[in-house]
């Protein structure tokens, strides 16, 4: 079973700040969170990971709360091309694999 | 750098044929990885690969499945006697060792008739 939980589905305006929420309560401490999205028939693109401090890339940012339980992908300027399924994952850094949830269904709108 | 590339991207057979797919990872990972994936569902661990050794198969992976990497570079993942249930997407994916992140391609779309 998943070790995430994220809403099914939320809607934002092109030009806006979309805000993911994802609940990993049950992280332990050398589990990374991991974002993936994955755009209709398309392999799943990495976004994002970060471990306890926030981090920035081109393509998002990932707020971590401070004890970890829960975190945030923030995608500054939605458009239409990020209408996709968002995914939560926790993981150990070295292990074999990613356990995938439902993830969150993302569409942005004009 | 080119991505993960996998072929056919789309496969329709007759229930009980064998099927087989091809995955080409990004140059120099050494983690290669297989997911499937029904609708509406998020991908699921198959198997993976460390270069040329299978490490973990799931309990997903039926006697029907076997999946190689002979060479530690491209893999293939086999289907023998396929079922309806058989029909998913076959998602594979690649890594350098640690704690880096797994890139998927695009998959191939199974169709059992």
């Known amino acids: 079973d998943a070790k995430t939980t994220q809403p099914p589905s939320m809607d934002c305006a092109e030009g806006r700040a979309a805000n993911l929420p994802c609940n990993h309560s049950?992280?332990?401490?050398?589990?990374?969170v991991y974002w993936y999205r994955q755009i209709h028939s398309q392999g799943p693109q990495y976004i994002i990971h970060?471990?306890?401090n926030n981090e920035t890339n081109e393509m998002a940012s990932l707020i971590i709360t401070e004890d970890r339980k829960s975190s945030t992908l923030i995608l500054p300027h939605a458009t239409l091309r990020d209408t996709a399924v968002y995914y939560c994952i926790s993981n150990t850094g070295t292990a074999s694999k990613l356990t995938f949830g439902t993830g969150t269904r993302l569409q942005v709108t004009l | 750098d080119t991505g993960v590339s996998q072929n056919p991207r789309h496969k329709i057979t007759k229930r009980g044929q064998n099927v087989t797919f091809r995955c080409d990872p990004i140059?120099?990972?050494?983690?290669l990885y297989w997911y499937r994936q029904t609708l509406g569902q998020g991908p699921e661990f198959l198997t993976y690969?460390?270069?040329?050794?299978?490490?973990?198969k799931s309990r997903l992976l039926s006697d029907r499945f076997s999946a190689e990497r002979p060479k530690g570079s491209f893999s293939t993942l086999e289907i023998q006697r396929t079922e309806q249930g058989d029909s998913a997407m076959y998602l594979c994916?690649?890594?350098?060792?640690?704690?880096?992140?797994?890139?998927f391609g695009d998959g191939t779309r199974l169709s059992i008739l």
């Open positions: 140059s120099e990972h050494n983690r």
């Open positions: 970060g471990l306890k």
């Open positions: 994916a690649s890594s350098w060792d640690t704690d880096q992140p797994q890139h």
């Open positions: 690969f460390q270069n040329e050794a299978q490490l973990e």
């Open positions: 049950t992280i332990s401490g050398n589990e990374y």
